[in-house]
């Protein structure tokens, strides 16, 4: 519907005297714009958005009306214009091809005022209410999409607030949970095409890791300073403390879950990495031995992530590895430390984990 005060009808006839008469009927409530021909009706339709009704002849020179409306419903910027047939020719046949055509009326010829009045009155009313309904329905949509815009905002917010809390604690780690978490989107990309895990690996799911990837160590914020904070390797006695980050890290996220009193999605795959990327594909890592398989996608993933960084990274007790000796040792635990195919995966894409690193350096 345009926003004049008036609707706007356009009248499309090749006589003359037509044209008068209907513009006699209606100027008093509405713009009336004519064409003479079909031709010049389309145009008029075509260049002009105003037009809320078109009153349509249909044995004119040149196309008839029937193609006119043909023409019309098939453009996109004119198809939702209610046309009415304005016509002598009163055959069954001629009516229903026009409704068929995509007309909303057809009125006979010689032309009742009081009826033809009534038509258009009727039409531009059940126009407004669908203009109005499909404005409504654009509206919605446009909420909807912001609204979920929204939502994944402060899920991005909230992992990330979570993740950096952990990092300020063993702010040595500088820009890991950074460089982690797009190693892990590398891996994922690469692997969802491999038969074992393109079920796994849809696009929504690696949108999921991706995000969740920096949660991995979220449970040291439970780890006391004096063995966090060591300038030194751990002893045997404060490594089992620090192994109980894994289900600090995995106790956090549920709690959080509890208090909602549900199951939260997206916060699937940070429990799992937290809780099982220090686990090994031969069953000596922890917090549970798990195994092969029984390893999730997500933490292995992470496994060969978290390692990888970690053995090129500065430490106190330690100077960061070369890229080539960091490719060396994953290789080396392939089959023992990580999933095979993942290792190979890491191979293949190895030139990927080094640009990541150098693009965020501590």
């Not at 939702?80 to 016509?87: C, R």
Request: net charge negative; hydrophobic share 40%.
């Amino acid at each position: 519907m345009n926003f004049n005060l008036k609707p706007v009808i356009l009248i499309i006839d090749d006589s003359p005297d037509v044209i008068n008469l209907i513009s006699g009927l209606l100027k008093n409530n509405y713009k009336v714009k004519a064409a003479n021909n079909g031709e010049k009706g389309i145009k008029v339709a075509q260049s002009d958005d105003s037009i809320d009704l078109i009153l349509l002849d249909i044995m004119m020179p040149g196309i008839s009306g029937f193609d006119v409306c043909e023409q019309l419903k098939a453009d996109s910027s004119t198809s939702n214009i209610p046309i009415i047939f304005l016509t002598s020719m009163t055959n069954l046949d001629d009516e229903l091809r026009g409704l068929k055509l995509g007309a909303v009326d057809y009125v006979t010829k010689p032309i009742s005022p009081p009826v033809l009045l009534a038509r258009i009155e009727n039409h531009l009313k059940i126009k407004a209410a669908n203009d109005f309904l499909k404005d409504k329905s654009s509206f919605l949509e446009s909420e909807v999409t912001k609204r979920s815009k929204e939502l994944a905002a402060i899920q991005d917010v909230t992992i990330l607030a979570m993740a950096s809390l952990a990092e300020t604690r063993d702010n040595e780690t500088g820009n890991h949970i950074l460089r982690t978490k797009f190693y892990v989107k590398e891996l994922a990309e690469y692997l969802k095409t491999h038969p074992r895990f393109k079920d796994a690996l849809t696009d929504h799911a690696i949108n999921i890791l991706y995000k969740s990837a920096p949660l991995h160590d979220i449970g040291k914020v439970g780890i006391p300073d004096s063995i966090l904070l060591k300038p030194g390797r751990l002893t045997p006695e404060e490594f089992e403390v620090m192994k109980t980050h894994t289900m600090l890290g995995r106790d956090a996220i549920t709690q959080a879950e509890s208090h909602l009193g549900m199951e939260v999605d997206f916060l699937k795959f940070a429990k799992e990495i937290a809780y099982s990327h220090q686990e090994k594909w031969d069953g000596s890592g922890y917090p549970q031995g798990l195994s092969g398989d029984n390893i999730p996608i997500s933490a292995r993933l992470m496994a060969l992530a978290d390692v990888y960084d970690a053995l090129i990274s500065r430490r106190v007790y330690k100077i960061g590895m070369t890229h080539e000796q960091a490719i060396q040792i994953i290789t080396e635990g392939r089959g023992t430390h990580f999933d095979p195919d993942i290792t190979d995966a890491f191979l293949e894409i190895n030139e990927c984990f080094r640009e990541i690193a150098q693009r965020f350096p501590d």
